[in-house]
Every structure is written in structure tokens, then in C-alpha cells.
């Protein structure tokens, strides 16, 4: 099993709610990570946990909250965002953390906040 | 400041072979150069990875010259379905180590 998976596909959230997004992989894989993308863009490293640890935070807001259950679930919970937190939200595993490693990314959740 | 840099835009034909090039000046020592592809709406998927000299597989070749400064994906006989953006990933050393994403060449290929 070589898939990623994401809930929910589409969110959309008021500045003052609090939601979850979801990432599972079952490929035995031990780094995970979020990324934001906005249009046009590449995209953004937000976070990284190796080893169920996290690992890598670039500085992200504190409205961003990561998780990891274990080492196949992902989770990052959302509270009062901004609208420019608005995009399309992936999350990725890997063997490990570098480059040495491909990446498998889940198709992402659209989040749109109002 | 590490960087890569891809060109913002390419345009072809099916049936011809593209070639795509990511320069990296500060990649790390250790670390390989990754290639995926976008769909709209998609995640990224994987192409090609490759540390030095050539890669190929069943879709694309990867160069890279001995200075690992920069890197050619090439897509021998594109399709219409080659449609997409084209992203390099590296790792790179300043004072820390970094995964960083090129900007990405959105590929159009015509009939």
C-alpha cells in the first residue's frame, strides 16, 4: 500500500472555529509532514516529525498545532486562523527525513477560511 | 541565502523530448536531488532522484554534473498528459540543513 490518505478533502472554517485535518500512511514509513501550498506556489515545509518526534517546526504560527498519535497518523489542529491561511494543505511521509528518501504525498485538503 | 531556481515556464510539443533544469549552488554534501510532478489539485508525485552522473527510468532521465550545482530533468517524448508542474527538491546546508523546493516549471505541451 503505497497511498496516502487525507481527511477531509474540503474545509472550510470561520476565523473563530477549531478543526482537525488527518494524514494516514501505512507504508511502515517514519518521517511525516505537512506542507501548505498556495496557487502557483510550491510547497511549504511546515513541519516534520522522524520517529514520531517533531523534528522540524519552520517557524509556523502557533494557530497550527501538530500531532502525531503514532507512527502512522498524522494530525494538525487549527485554531483561529486567518483567512490568508487559506490553501491546499499536504501532508507526506518517507522512508526518513532527507532527500535520499521520495516523499509520498496524500492529495491534500482545500481549507478555506472565512 | 540557499535557493533553487527553475524557469517559470515551458512550452513544447507531443512527441518531443523536454528538458528542464533546477540549479542548486548550496546543496548538501550527502543529499539527492528529487523531482516530482503536479497535477491541479493533486499532491506532487515522485519522478526521478538522483545523487550524481545519470539516472534514467521508465519515465525521465536525470543529469547531473560533477559539481552537483545544478541538475536536467528530461522527458523523452512528451504527451499531452506531460501537462504539469515540474518541481526539484534538494537538501541544502547553510547553518542548518533544509529541505528546499524550487519554484517550479509549469510545462505545457501542445498537440
Known amino acids: 500500500d503505497t497511498e496516502v490518505t487525507q481527511t477531509p478533502k474540503h474545509l472550510v472554517m470561520g476565523m473563530t472555529n477549531k478543526k482537525s485535518l488527518k494524514c494516514e500512511q501505512h507504508?511502515?514509513?517514519?518521517?511525516m509532514y505537512w506542507y501548505k501550498q498556495k496557487a502557483k506556489k510550491p510547497p511549504e515545509l511546515m513541519f516534520v516529525y522522524s520517529y514520531e518526534k517533531l523534528s522540524i517546526n519552520e517557524s509556523v504560527p502557533s494557530r497550527f498545532s501538530p500531532e502525531c498519535p503514532n507512527s502512522s497518523l498524522l494530525n494538525l489542529h487549527l485554531h483561529a486562523l486567518q483567512p490568508e491561511d487559506s490553501a491546499l494543505y499536504l501532508c507526506?511521509?518517507?522512508?526518513?527525513?532527507?532527500?535520499?528518501?521520495?516523499?509520498?504525498f496524500g492529495p491534500g485538503t482545500r481549507l478555506t477560511v472565512t | 541565502l540557499a535557493k533553487t531556481t527553475q524557469p517559470i515556464s515551458m512550452d513544447s510539443y507531443e512527441g518531443q523530448e523536454v528538458n528542464i533544469t533546477c540549479s542548486h549552488n548550496n546543496i548538501a554534501t550527502n543529499d539527492y536531488i528529487t523531482w516530482y510532478q503536479q497535477f491541479p489539485s493533486q499532491g506532487p508525485r515522485f519522478i526521478i532522484q538522483g545523487y550524481k552522473t545519470k539516472v534514467t527510468n521508465e519515465v525521465a532521465s536525470l543529469f547531473i554534473p560533477a559539481d552537483r550545482k545544478s541538475s536536467t530533468l528530461s522527458l523523452p517524448r512528451v504527451s499531452l498528459s506531460d501537462t504539469a508542474v515540474y518541481y526539484c527538491l534538494v537538501g541544502v546546508k547553510d547553518s542548518n540543513y533544509q529541505l528546499i523546493w524550487g519554484a517550479g516549471t509549469k510545462l505545457i505541451i501542445k498537440p
Open positions: 507526506a511521509s518517507s522512508p526518513g527525513q532527507r532527500t535520499t528518501y521520495e516523499q509520498y
Open positions: 507504508m511502515g514509513h517514519r518521517a
